[in-house]
């Protein structure tokens, strides 16, 4: 089952090498994970998504990332109402007039924003649920070729009252 | 506000912290550290012949004491000799502080000479570390390093110090802290009441219940509440390998080590159990077997300090997150407000299937008239020191025979690498314990292979007159690997035997020892009672044993806690 896992560490040296350490050690996988500062800059907020086989091992993965010294809050998302978003920036070859308009206007359904052009690509930022970028670029790959892909990894928050805070 | 260098500040917040020993190996890297010990006279370094042996000593010291043990190494090597150390330290949960050395600042990443990345070497095997980057950021990192080391689960802590933070050239302000506190760092020491209330109801109405304490236990220093309860509800105990001494072993309530070399009583009172109460222990694979079939009828209510160790193996029906001394009080108050008790009449039926278990007397052996046997060296020594002596051992059948055959009286009597299994551990663990209680008898109880891994430290104990016995169950072969294979591989004994095993009597010589070779029976006990009357010397007894003796009882593998070997040709019924 895919989980998501938000942490609130402090933003030290070394902190996320233990948090990237520990899923190593004990042989977790990581799908995805971004970390960056808060608003309060001595700390920092890390999403992770994960693949677990059953309850009591993300409860595991859990407890042990609570365990590490640097670590304040944790707490899964997916278990409640939650807003997911990832960002992907998609380079696609689009040699001909025909074709740039095909690749304009699957970017404007999936709301995604042409950030760079030359004669011969189109470079394309898109956000949301890591699915629907999955799709964006499934129905891209049928018409052009993508030459290039980067994706930010899942950042994720509960949705009302509920707050990861120090 | 007085003015001291890095390292100055170094030896300034060990002396603040209360330290008094520091075990170590000086180098490059910390050489301004080992001019500032030189000038305090309040810390006792003693120097190792390796550093292994150093946190070991370090390791044990604290295990003896309860006290934070403390380690100086320098960097690169010096930093990753300790890791065995380190790591034997984190899997039994001691707390220890590892100071070592690194090359400048401005060099590190360059590959530099004697650069190792420390941090990031002994990450998996620390419960935290700290680098400190400046000479003011020491005192604060030391203070932290030894709340971490010694709260919570405890653990070994690391601090990484490049060389010019150390600097004697440049001096600053030095405070140390009174106390400190982590925003993210709580440890949990009393129990939930819902859960206290539950589980002393689970206790009173449980039929078939059994105590099972492990090392946490000792380090919570809760023996006295788990006799307490114990004997208030009239429970059947079994202690972990790491347990043993949190109950009196000669208690007529012991009911042995339970586990893969555990008693036919306590595995199968495990087994048969319909409420099992774990107090400190972990539910390890050398105690379930195979965690599928494990104790099928019981319910299992555990008390650990450490979320993670609750349910990590074994489902905690009514698990409770605290210190196990805390925990148990709260227990113990909750039971005397209430006045409530158990049925007497069905703990008494239990215990008299217990005693069915018990006369099956699976601890005898039988003696041979051209043999020494393993099981009366450690009798003889049991004998010998009336129970009352500081037990470190190495690992393999000689750490398992010590721990079936001499009844531990008290906590951190026993000393052994239980969950990292280090050999090598022995020796230096005995020099750790006797510096920490010079008048108490000492014994290492060895094997011919564990003995060779730090021999080295024969040296170390002549430099500083260390006198502990250590006392060789010598069968010339790795006895538990030659077990293993003569029970599992065919007999094939790839690799287990020691076709060159030096003269202990005088490789004990040459390092101004007294070696005692005993190859009879009736030897045994006077070369023990010299041993232990030389009481300035160190004594090495090197005492032929059968080497085709095996220990017993031994889970059957993939088996339930009930399923043992008994001896090399009975086996309890599948």
């Not at chain 1, 365990?67 to 899964?76: A, G, H, P």
């Not at chain 2, 001096?171 to 993210?184: A, I, Q």
């Not at chain 2, 805390?326 to 215990?351: C, G, R, Y």
Request: hydrophobic share 40%; net charge negative; with cysteine.
């Amino acid at each position: 089952m895919r989980s998501i896992i938000s942490v609130l560490l402090e933003n030290e040296s070394g902190a996320l090498a233990r948090v990237v350490g520990l899923f190593a050690q004990r042989a977790y996988n990581i799908e995805s994970l971004t970390v960056s500062p808060t608003n309060d800059l001595t700390l920092s907020r890390m999403t992770i998504t994960t693949e677990v086989d059953c309850r009591a091992t993300l409860e595991q993965m859990m407890k042990q990332l609570h365990k590490l010294v640097d670590v304040l809050r944790v707490s899964e998302l997916t278990e409640g109402s939650h807003v997911e978003r990832e960002l992907m920036l998609v380079k696609i070859r689009t040699p001909n007039a025909e074709l740039r308009q095909e690749v304009k206007r699957t970017a404007d359904i999936y709301r995604g924003q042409i950030v760079d052009i030359t004669p011969n690509l189109y470079t394309i930022q898109l956000t949301g649920a890591c699915s629907k970028l999955d799709a964006f670029l499934a129905t891209i790959e049928d018409t052009s070729e993508i030459v290039e892909v980067v994706r930010s990894g899942v950042c994720g928050i509960a949705r009302g009252e509920k707050a990861l805070r120090s | 506000m007085e003015m001291l260098s890095g390292a100055e500040m170094v030896v300034r917040s060990l002396q603040d912290e209360g330290i008094e020993h520091i075990f170590g190996y000086p180098g490059g890297s910390v050489l301004d550290i080992y001019d500032a010990i030189f000038q305090s006279d309040k810390i006792e370094h003693y120097l190792v012949r390796h550093e292994q042996a150093a946190v070991h000593m370090a390791d044990a010291y604290s295990r003896a004491t309860g006290k934070v043990g403390t380690v100086l190494v320098t960097a690169g090597p010096g930093a990753t000799n300790c890791i065995t150390g380190i790591a034997t330290a984190y899997m039994d949960s001691i707390p220890l502080v590892v100071l070592s050395g690194q090359v400048p600042t401005n060099w590190i990443g360059d590959d530099a000479f004697q650069e190792t990345d420390m941090i990031g070497v002994s990450r998996p095997v620390v419960k935290h570390s700290f680098s400190c980057r400046t000479a003011e950021e020491i005192p604060i990192a030391i203070k932290k390093a030894f709340y971490i080391a010694s709260t919570g689960r405890p653990g070994p802590v690391v601090i990484d110090l490049p060389k010019d933070v150390q600097s004697p050239l440049n001096k600053f302000p030095y405070e140390y802290p009174e106390s400190v506190s982590l925003r993210s760092y709580h440890p949990t020491l009393s129990g939930h009441k819902g859960q206290i209330k539950r589980a002393v109801a689970a206790l009173l109405s449980a039929k078939k219940p059994v105590l099972y304490v492990g090392g946490g236990s000792i380090i919570a220093n809760a023996s006295k509440q788990v006799l307490a309860l114990a004997e208030k509800l009239n429970l059947p105990v079994t202690n972990t390998l790491m347990g043993l001494g949190a109950f009196p072993g000669q208690h007529k309530q012991f009911i042995g080590m339970l586990g893969m070399h555990g008693t036919y009583e306590a595995n199968l009172s495990m087994h048969n159990a319909d409420l099992i109460f774990s107090a400190g222990a972990r539910f390890d694979d050398r105690v379930t077997n195979n965690v599928d079939k494990f104790c099928p009828n019981a319910k299992i209510m555990q008390i650990d300090i450490d979320p993670t160790s609750i349910s990590k193996n074994i489902h905690a029906d009514l698990p409770i997150v605290g210190s196990i001394e805390v925990v148990l009080q709260q227990m113990l108050d909750l039971l005397e407000e209430t006045q409530a008790t158990n049925d007497s009449e069905s703990i008494n039926a239990w215990w008299d299937q217990i005693n069915e278990w018990r006369a099956k007397d699976c601890l005898a052996y039988q003696t041979s008239e051209t043999h020494i046997k393993p099981q009366q060296v450690i009798q003889a020594l049991y004998k010998v020191t009336k129970g009352d002596a500081i037990v470190t051992s190495d690992v393999g059948q000689h750490q398992m025979v010590a721990a079936q055959y001499y009844p531990f009286k008290e906590p951190r009597q026993w000393i052994n690498s239980g969950g990292a299994g280090t050999m090598g551990f022995g020796l230096p663990a005995a020099m750790g314990c006797k510096i920490a209680f010079p008048d108490r008898p000492v014994v290492c109880v060895t094997g011919d292979g564990s003995i060779q891994m730090n021999i080295q430290e024969l040296s170390t104990c002549m430099q500083y007159n260390i006198p502990v016995v250590i006392l060789l169950l010598n069968n010339r072969s790795l006895g538990m690997v030659k077990q293993w294979q003569k029970m599992f591989y065919g007999g094939r004994q790839s690799h287990s035997y020691m076709d060159s095993v030096p003269d202990f009597v005088k490789l004990s010589e040459a390092y101004n020892h007294i070696g005692i070779k005993v190859d009879k029976i009736e030897e045994l006990e006077p070369a023990l009672e010299r041993a232990f009357e030389l009481k300035d010397r160190v004594v090495f007894i090197d005492v032929a044993i059968d080497p085709e003796e095996h220990v017993y009882p031994m889970q059957v593998k993939f088996g339930s806690m009930e399923d043992m070997y008994l001896s090399k040709t009975e086996r309890t019924d599948a």
